[in-house]
């Protein structure tokens, strides 16, 4: 096991490879191709949003590029080096907060944290200094050692991107981190985040929350239907539209909310 | 209202078969089951007309009570709150607790085990009256100890209905239904130990205990058939209305008062944290073994494999000079190890969802062994102390201490054995355990044949490995049992060494087997 904490062992040539890059990458369920075929481009130290309808892929992606989901075509690279043929060099590298968030269940979120490191080979001591400091700014010293089937959602997502940020990867996968989180703690992520990128590592994080994606992203890669549609820095991906108008149009999605429901609103008798 | 709420049963239950035939299959073996006990409970009870009269009163007095109580104690194994006997489900609506209480009791009363349960009793009115009056009194009986079977077991899960959606009764709940299981058991062992030679003495100890509950006043009123019964049923009714009353009045608290779900205690930092030593191996056993004593699930197991093992040991040492001291302790304690290990023929299952987590921090084959071997040693520290106990009780119930020692030592191996093979089982045949324990099914739908399989292998592997240590041991080569442990350090580490290389490959597979949805 790589000590966590150490430099990538990979020396790095003058065009440094981007922190995320996919070629062909294919998968598909039963009838149904979930990813057809995703070229992502991540360049190192971007806080990149990853967009797109439900159903448009953007889960299944982050799942194989991660080495969770083996993908049926086409190869993953973080950092230069291949998620499935050289996971010593990636895996020590990579936090992952995964969509549904299953955890642990019956550890507290203490020993979810020390678990995590330990497994990792990071000194049990280590792991424990970082552990309480990591609670503290999520603010769940208070529920340390409640077990986390206990917990709240928000909780659990901020238990999670702890359980992600512990080992102080290079790259940090983010599947809805936001989703079901109040604003209070949605702030404590984001403030948590901005200084994990400032450091110069990479995040790359799917919503559909557009203006967060637009407050926070400086990267943007928009997918719809297994594909990737547009991807490059925000303001080139926007131009002059908000985020929000320019995905609809990329889309192909129109609002169709004017016909129908004429008996909904309380001017009908 | 009750109409409605009949509907709404009727449709929760067509609701529920839509479009899966695993669910189909169950309900009709569930209608079958319930077919076969009404008819055939009809014919036996009316059976009891062959019977002497006071034998018959004796043996309706205790199936009166017996049913009662498997109204009871039945919704809450199954956990149940179906929809319709959830309140909280229908707080919301505009309904007072009187309307609410007769439409649940309507819906309590649609379905095929309540007529199943009428069926047998009308059987037993059909054995026990003696005469018209008697017969007339039945019926009235009859629908007393239904309403009683039904208001009770209302008035029982509304009350804990609270208790029973917070994860804190569920879990309790759990290790509930293992007692249960294991108290069924109690006349059983008490008959083989020679407690009941008189059978008659047994039976009218017994019925003299429920002589005077409702259920055993009802059914003595249907055979005595005078005045002496028409007070017994009225007494019943009585204690039908003042339930109902009890049962109206929970309703009423239970729809405004909020789930205490989220409401959790805290767990004490580990001592046994101190003990294991840091790094990989270290902290998955003790994630193991946190989970041992903290999942209902593992809780479970643990305590079904005692409970056989300590029924086996009062079993088998019945006859004690038939079979010598050293094969009646060590029979026991091999059952013991072979039901503990055995659980661990799906140790990912156990991770379910969360093995992503691992599945991360892995690069290599090795650090999956490593997993491995910590959730050995995890079972290993909490089942050899299990064993040595169990061995110990073993040996003395059978009289003779020093046949402890072989006893644990073959157990051990025995354990070892079992943990090797599961490893490799539970790489090769991995599934996903349901979330809601139930008595039925140990996997998610769909899984079932995985789950099937995947034990039966491991059980028939886990004896066929096992035959070089344990039978010399049980042909009196005691000395061998020294060499078990050896042996099972053995199979162990192999097993472990075959199921990493097979299993690191397969992350993403075992990963999808483990996670699905439940």
Redesign the interface.
């Known amino acids: 096991?790589?000590p966590s904490a150490g430099e990538s062992p990979r020396a790095e040539p003058g065009g440094s490879p981007p922190a995320v890059r996919t070629r062909g990458l294919f998968k598909r369920f039963g009838p149904q191709v979930a990813v057809a075929g995703v070229d992502l481009m991540v360049p190192r130290g971007s806080f990149a949003g990853l967009v797109g309808p439900n159903g448009a892929g953007k889960t299944t992606t982050l799942s194989m590029i991660?080495?969770?989901?083996?993908p049926d075509a086409g190869s993953a690279e973080v950092g230069g080096a291949d998620v499935w043929r050289d996971?010593?060099a990636?895996?020590?590298q990579?936090g992952?907060l995964?969509e549904?968030l299953?955890?642990?269940?019956?550890?507290?979120g203490?020993?979810l944290l020390?678990?995590?490191g330990?497994?990792?080979?990071i000194?049990?001591d280590e792991?424990a200094r970082r552990a309480e400091e990591l609670l503290k700014v999520m603010d769940l010293a208070g529920a340390a050692?409640?077990?986390v089937?206990?917990y709240?959602t928000g909780m659990r997502k901020k238990i999670g991107l702890a359980?992600a940020l512990l080992h102080n990867p290079k790259v940090l996968f983010l599947d809805e981190p936001f989703e079901g989180v109040d604003p209070v703690s949605a702030s404590t992520l984001v403030e948590v985040l901005r200084r994990y990128t400032a450091s110069g590592s990479t995040i790359i994080f799917s919503s559909h929350v557009m203006e967060l994606v637009e407050r926070l992203c400086d990267w943007v890669s928009v997918m719809n239907q297994g594909h990737i549609v547009a991807q490059g820095p925000l303001d080139e991906v926007r131009g002059a539209n908000t985020l929000n108008e320019t995905i609809l149009d990329l889309v192909g999605a129109r609002g169709n909310g004017e016909e129908g429901l004429s008996w909904l609103g309380s001017s009908s008798a | 209202m009750a109409w409605l709420f009949v509907r709404l049963k009727l449709r929760l239950i067509a609701g529920n078969l839509r479009g899966d035939a695993v669910r189909r299959i169950g309900f009709v073996v569930t209608l079958i089951a319930a077919v076969v006990a009404g008819f055939g409970g009809l014919a036996l009870t009316s059976l009891l007309r062959l019977a002497p009269p006071d034998v018959a009163v004796q043996v309706g007095m205790v199936l009166f009570t017996l049913l009662a109580v498997v109204w009871i104690v039945a919704p809450l194994m199954a956990f149940g709150v179906d929809e319709t006997l959830d309140p909280a489900r229908l707080a919301l609506f505009p309904l007072t607790p009187r309307q609410m209480a007769t439409g649940m009791f309507a819906a309590s009363a649609a379905g095929p085990w309540p007529l199943a349960s009428i069926l047998i009793l009308l059987g037993a009115v059909m054995g026990l009256a003696r005469g018209l009056t008697g017969a007339l009194i039945g019926l009235v009986a009859v629908v007393l100890q239904v309403a009683l079977c039904m208001v009770a077991s209302r008035a029982v899960t509304t009350g804990l209905s609270r208790l029973l959606r917070s994860?804190r009764g569920r879990d309790l709940l759990a290790l509930g239904v293992v007692v249960v299981i294991l108290v069924s058991q109690l006349p059983n062992l008490l008959l083989s130990r020679g407690y009941g030679d008189d059978a008659r003495a047994f039976l009218s100890g017994l019925a003299s205990v429920v002589r005077w509950g409702p259920p055993g006043m009802a059914a003595h009123a249907i055979a005595d058939g005078g005045l002496v019964g028409l007070a017994e049923v009225a007494a019943v009714a009585v204690v039908v209305l003042l339930l109902a009353w009890v049962w109206i009045s929970t309703l009423g608290r239970a729809m405004v008062t909020a789930d205490s779900?989220?409401q959790?205690?805290?767990?004490?930092?580990?001592r046994l944290e101190a003990l294991l030593s840091?790094?990989?191996l270290?902290?998955?056993a003790?994630?193991q073994v946190?989970?041992l004593r903290?999942?209902p699930r593992g809780r479970m197991g643990w305590l079904a494999a005692i409970g056989v093992s300590a029924v086996l040991i009062f079993t088998a040492t019945g006859d004690a000079e038939a079979v010598p001291a050293v094969m009646s302790a060590l029979g026991p304690v091999c059952m013991g190890a072979l039901l503990i290990g055995l659980q661990s023929a799906n140790l990912f299952g156990g991770?379910?969802?969360?093995l992503?987590?691992?599945?991360?921090?892995?690069?290599?084959g090795r650090?999956l062994r490593t997993?491995l071997a910590g959730r050995q040693l995890a079972v290993a520290l909490v089942g050899v102390p299990i064993l040595a106990v169990l061995s110990l009780a073993a040996a003395l119930v059978a009289g003779e201490p020093l046949a402890a020692v072989p006893a644990l030592l073959t157990g051990t191996g025995l354990l070892l054995v079992a943990l090797g093979v599961g490893a490799v089982a539970s790489v090769l045949m991995p599934y996903t355990f349901p979330d809601r324990l139930n008595a039925f099914s140990s996997a998610a739908p769909g899984q079932g044949a995985v789950a099937f399989a995947g034990s039966m292998v491991a059980m028939i592997a886990t004896v066929a490995l096992a035959v070089p240590l344990v039978l010399p041991v049980f042909l009196g080569l005691t000395w061998v049992s020294v060499l078990g442990v050896a042996y099972g350090f053995g199979i162990a580490l192999g097993g472990r060494v075959l199921a990493a290389s097979i299993g690191y490959p397969r992350l993403?597979?075992i990963?999808?087997a483990v996670?699905r949805p439940a």
Do not use: C, H
């Open positions: 096991m790589t991660t080495g969770l989901l083996r996971p010593v990636v895996k020590s990579v992952v995964p549904g299953r955890l642990f269940e019956r550890l507290s203490r020993e020390s678990y995590n330990q497994i990792r080979g000194p049990k792991v050692d409640k077990l089937v206990d709240s359980a | 994860r779900s989220t959790a205690g805290s767990v004490r930092r580990d840091g790094g990989p270290g902290a998955v003790g994630k946190k989970y903290r999942e991770d379910g969802g969360a992503w987590m691992s599945a991360l921090a892995y690069s290599s650090d997993d993403p597979e990963i999808a996670s």
